[in-house]
């Protein structure tokens, strides 16, 4: 794919993105090249390679081959805006690399209340040592997060929807407001993907994902990816070699070929999550719906507004504050595995306790104390008739 097809829809994008005839040969897929020694022809061109530090040039293991370039490639022309890629051997070091290469001691780092639990534990720790003020704002209250930027701010971290409650956050008012007053706008999109929010063209800076979601999308790999217009994509790019990330060649042509599918499993994830969500609304059982794909959801406007797709990840509060009975409903599930992560073909359920991992931010749909038990649904490839039934047997058993 070349720039000039930037105007093609997403399914055919993710289809075609990355299989450069350079890197691919006379098959469809860029090969698995497994190497840490590069070799020259001569010293000259050793020389050569070294100096240049090019994008796609062969230099030595740890900046890649082609099985790695073809996939960031193909997540750069996925990405609208972006310039290029950087991958990471998981999200979290995602969230670490692109962190690490926008801050230095003495700045001052804002954080989204709701941020998956490792950004927030990055900042209250690795980046605290440094020296970096992290300080963690609500992002549905747009007049106390402006009133933040009475104090010097350098970098803005924002995920939406947020984890565990899914509340969708005005991406563009924040990082409008950020970059008013000097700052980057960083986002965690692992949820959307660039296939449901663009989140560069929404104003934001650099964009991460865990590929260990949906681009894999079979939970057999762990990696991550951080992309950005020309000017940060550089500065990731340069944290990221000083670091000495790399990602395994195998791994990433098992990543390559989750992207190829991401858009139909995006797509039936989504329906099957909104079917499923508005069945669960109805049953006597649940106290609230965290869905904001679902109408009527307080985050639904947004989501239309901004988002272009979803998936099959929301959670559900039960109408009980017993975690012994969210134990027996999630036990009781039979299609639905236990575990974490999110984003593959098959369905998981997760206890999830947003109330613990908050400072500013209420989780209201749990209940400030935890009112309401909660979990996490991750909605697979199965028949959603068949999930349904199994959630409907497990739900019966809430109250044994
Ligand atoms: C929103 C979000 N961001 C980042 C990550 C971290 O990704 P990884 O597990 O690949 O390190 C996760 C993992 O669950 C996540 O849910």
Redesign the pocket.
């Known amino acids: 794919m070349s720039s000039g097809d930037k105007d093609l829809k997403p399914g055919t994008k993710v289809a075609h993105a990355g299989r450069r005839k350079e890197w691919t040969g006379p098959v469809v897929n860029p090969p698995v090249w497994r190497a840490s020694t590069h070799l020259y022809e001569t010293e000259a061109d050793r020389k050569a390679a070294g100096k240049s530090n090019a994008d796609g040039g062969f230099f030595y293991g740890r900046r890649g081959a082609p099985t790695q370039w073809a996939l960031a490639d193909a997540l750069t022309a996925i990405e609208p805006g972006a310039f290029g890629t950087v991958l990471y051997p998981?999200?979290?070091?995602a969230?670490a690399g692109a962190l690490l290469a926008v801050l230095k001691p003495g700045d001052r780092l804002l954080m989204t209340d709701n941020a998956?639990d490792?950004?927030r534990s990055m900042a209250t720790g690795l980046l605290t040592r440094m020296g970096i003020e992290g300080t963690f704002f609500d992002p549905l209250d747009l007049d106390a997060y402006r009133g933040l930027f009475d104090q010097p701010v350098r970098a803005v971290w924002l995920?939406s929807p947020g984890?565990l409650t899914m509340e969708v956050c005005d991406v563009p008012a924040l990082s409008a407001i950020a970059r008013e007053h000097g700052a980057i706008s960083l986002i965690?999109n692992?949820?959307a993907s660039p296939l449901g929010f663009a989140a560069l063209e929404h104003g934001c800076d650099i964009v991460m994902m865990?590929?260990?979601?949906h681009v894999g999308g079979h939970s057999d790999l762990?990696?991550?990816s951080a992309s950005a217009g020309e000017r940060w994509y550089r500065a990731l790019r340069r944290t990221s070699q000083e670091l000495g990330q790399v990602v395994s060649p195998d791994d990433a042509a098992l990543a390559s070929r989750g992207l190829r599918t991401m858009a139909v499993r995006l797509e039936r994830g989504t329906e099957s999550a909104i079917r499923i969500a508005t069945w669960l609304k109805e049953q006597p059982q649940i106290a609230e719906v965290m869905c904001p794909m679902l109408p009527g959801d307080p985050s639904h406007e947004l989501w239309q507004r901004d988002f272009t797709g979803g998936c099959g990840l929301f959670s559900l509060a039960l109408d009980t504050n017993d975690t012994g009975a969210c134990g027996r409903v999630v036990d009781a599930l039979d299609l639905f595995g236990i575990g974490?992560?999110?984003g593959g073909f098959e369905s998981l359920a997760l206890p999830i306790f947003p109330q613990q991992h908050r400072s500013v931010m209420s989780a209201p749909n749990v209940g400030e104390a935890g009112a309401h038990a909660a979990i996490r649904l991750s909605i697979g490839l199965e028949d959603p008739d068949d999930l349904i039934a199994d959630l409907a047997q497990a739900l019966a058993k809430m109250d044994d």
């Open positions: 998981s999200g979290v070091a969230i998956y490792p950004s995920e984890s965690d692992t949820w865990s590929l260990s979601k762990m990696m991550g974490y992560s999110w």
